[in-house]
């Protein structure tokens, strides 16, 4: 069976039907669901990862067009604790027009689970979940089982359990790849460029920009700090930020220039002209 095939399944087979309230146990990985599947994959992948790495280290985000898995992706964190503070942040978060639900993986992925010692082959994962659930005892009601109902949490999210993330979608491109000497080269400020940039102002200055980042992008990003006005893109690749004042301005400048919008490039932030 094919990698695809088996995914899809797995999306939509018997336990995708299990109850929406059911609990998973936290781990390293996001499954988001109720995505624009309009959305081009470049885009949506950067946007996914300004979004969500703000909470911490992201391995890898997966995300798929064919046909079953649209408007779903999966955000591999680096530990539990940024993939927990990312859910508890961001479930519901306004993404696109939509709002985003967002559940811990049913699996860790493959590469977390290659990098902590516990990866299992499919087929050997796939006869020990059956076994679990043939040997499991049937569920109680609430009148047969009075402490069934201690310990449920407030999920509202009419969504299946996610299914398990991909297993062979990893890049095999390394983090941090340096910029090409061209690229490094076009990035350095003039002198005078320089010396507009040390006067602080209301206004930040963003270039090199990729060019999938859009305004909601860089919004995602600075709305997480006091004062933050709005974000202006008078051409692909430039941003202006304005902030109520010159201290919160100094404060976002700060916190997030050098931001990795990308395993490449990063965000470049300078004071504009007021």
Not at 196 to 218: T, Y
Request: glycine fraction near 6%; proline fraction near 9%.
């Amino acid at each position: 069976m094919t990698e695809s095939a088996e995914l899809q399944r797995s999306a939509e087979g018997p336990g995708a039907k299990r109850s929406a309230l059911e609990i998973l146990d936290p781990n390293s990985t996001l499954y988001i669901s109720n995505i624009d599947w309009s959305i081009k994959k470049p885009a949506l992948r950067r946007s996914l990862h300004a979004l969500f790495g703000r909470h911490g280290k992201i391995l890898d985000i997966i995300t798929l067009r064919r046909e079953g898995l649209r408007g779903q992706a999966w955000v591999i964190f680096a530990d539990v604790a940024a993939a927990t503070a990312a859910l508890q942040a961001e479930n519901g978060f306004t993404f696109f027009g939509r709002d985003l639900k967002a559940v811990y993986s049913r699996e860790k992925s493959d590469r977390v689970s290659k990098l902590d010692g516990t990866y299992v082959p499919k087929d050997r994962r796939a006869k020990k979940r059956a076994k679990l659930e043939a040997a499991a005892p049937p569920p109680s009601t609430s009148a047969e089982n009075p402490l069934a109902l201690i310990g449920q949490v407030e999920t509202t999210q009419q969504v299946p359990p996610p299914p398990p993330p991909p297993s062979e979608a990893v890049p095999t491109s390394s983090e941090g790849v340096p910029a090409s000497p061209a690229a490094s080269a076009s990035a350095q400020p003039t002198p005078s460029a320089a010396a507009e940039a040390e006067i602080p102002s209301k206004i930040l200055f963003a270039q090199d920009l990729p060019a999938e980042c859009n305004e909601m992008m860089l919004a995602m990003l600075f709305r997480q700090h006091s004062g933050y006005k709005e974000v202006r893109i008078p051409r692909p690749g430039l941003a202006f930020v304005e902030f109520e004042d010159e201290p919160h301005a100094t404060l976002a400048l700060k916190a997030l220039n050098g931001f990795k919008l990308t395993t490449t490039e990063t965000l470049n932030l300078k004071y504009g002209k007021a």
